[in-house]
């Protein structure tokens, strides 16, 4: 079973930055590697709906998006070899406040798995 847990979450100033990693282990020959796997960011605020945040592609993350929202202030990573994701956010705002997910999505058919999510509050 694939599991994905994030840290690196908790409470900054406005301006201030975090680094969030996604550590994903569980993998195995049915599920496929995690190279295989394009890596979500999601957050959700209280009250709105889940929104995607950024994306990075399979195997090597050659390509990204991100949400306008945070277009030059976040930035997605990943390390294959650690089978881990980083978003790395900067410029902080009151408005990124939320809890933020990691997501694996196959990219051949193995399904899509999610963290359990780590919290990210900006407040002054």
């Known amino acids: 079973q694939v599991t994905l847990v994030e840290s690196g979450g908790g409470a900054v100033q406005p301006g201030g930055s975090l680094r969030l990693s996604c550590a994903a282990s569980?993998?195995?020959?049915?599920?496929?590697?995690?190279?295989?796997?394009?890596m979500l960011w999601y957050r959700q605020a209280p009250g709105n709906e889940r929104e995607l945040v950024a994306r990075?592609?399979?195997?090597?993350?050659?390509?990204?998006m991100y949400a306008d929202s945070v277009k030059g202030r976040f930035t997605i990573s990943r390390v294959n070899a650690n089978n881990t994701v980083f978003l790395q956010m900067n410029s902080l705002k009151l408005e990124d406040t939320a809890v933020y997910y990691c997501?694996?999505?196959?990219?051949?058919?193995?399904?899509?798995?999610w963290g359990k999510g780590t919290l990210v509050t900006v407040s002054s």
């Open positions: 997501c694996a999505q196959s990219t051949v058919g193995r399904g899509d798995y």
């Open positions: 569980g993998f195995t020959a049915s599920t496929y590697a995690f190279s295989t796997y394009a």
């Open positions: 990075i592609s399979s195997p090597e993350g050659t390509s990204t």
